[in-house]
């Protein structure tokens, strides 16, 4: 409880330093312009349709498509509401924090004529792709070290999901759909939610155990 209250207090202090350098335009976010251009340097035909295709999988109506399928096989093969409910839940709250604060921050995304695809109009800070995708993969990881599988698909499990947040985000940066720090907030917020997330959920454990305890002890 205590290391996730202190991730939450630090991923909060990092986010609110990255808000305010991409509302100023100093610190890291200066250096937004020649990061971009580097992505754009860099770019390699043959690997631009596979990027694409990765960024797709950050989109909101594919994420929430999984988070629906996802939460009735919980449902289902645990015959529990609580692990569905918790995906739900956490899914809700990034498109919440999402929506939140690209209205508060307002930042413009870069130019449109460096973006591979669809241009979108919306704000850009932070990165909806990074940090609903880091959310959704990282908490089926947790769930997953929560069930009967064997240690090697939980550590295979937790790797895959580290590496397409990590995918996703980079690709929203090669693609030109947001600025590196965008991307490296988006990954700040998923982090801090889930850990507050964490923390809610071992208060309430210990809170259960203190009862029981509670019980045994009356009952002895």
């Known amino acids: 409880m205590v290391a996730g209250l202190a991730v939450v207090g630090l991923g909060t202090t990092v986010f609110a330093n990255l808000a305010d350098a991409a509302t100023e335009g100093d610190d890291l976010a200066a250096f937004d312009p020649q990061l971009t251009t580097t992505f754009m340097n860099h770019r390699v035909a043959a690997l631009t349709p596979l990027v694409r295709a990765i960024t797709h999988l950050g989109e909101i109506w594919v994420l929430t498509a999984l988070t629906i399928v996802v939460a009735l096989l919980l449902r289902f093969f645990t015959q529990r509401w609580r692990p569905a409910l918790f995906l739900t ?87 030109g759909y947001h600025w590196a720090t965008d991307v490296l907030a988006g990954w700040t917020l998923a982090l801090t939610w889930l850990a507050l997330l964490g923390t809610v959920q071992s208060l309430k454990g210990e809170r259960v155990r203190g009862g029981e305890d509670r019980d045994r002890a009356s009952l002895g």
């Open 89 to 175: 839940v956490g899914m809700l709250g990034a498109a919440a924090l999402t929506f939140g604060f690209k209205l508060l921050i307002g930042r413009h995304r870069p130019d449109a004529s460096i973006v591979v695809g669809t241009v979108s109009t919306g704000f850009s800070f932070p990165s909806g792709h990074s940090l609903s995708s880091a959310v959704f993969f990282l908490l089926l990881a947790a769930l997953l070290w929560h069930s009967n599988a064997t240690r090697l698909t939980k550590l295979a499990g937790t790797a895959a999901a580290l590496l397409l947040s990590l995918a996703i985000g980079l690709s929203r940066i090669y693609l």
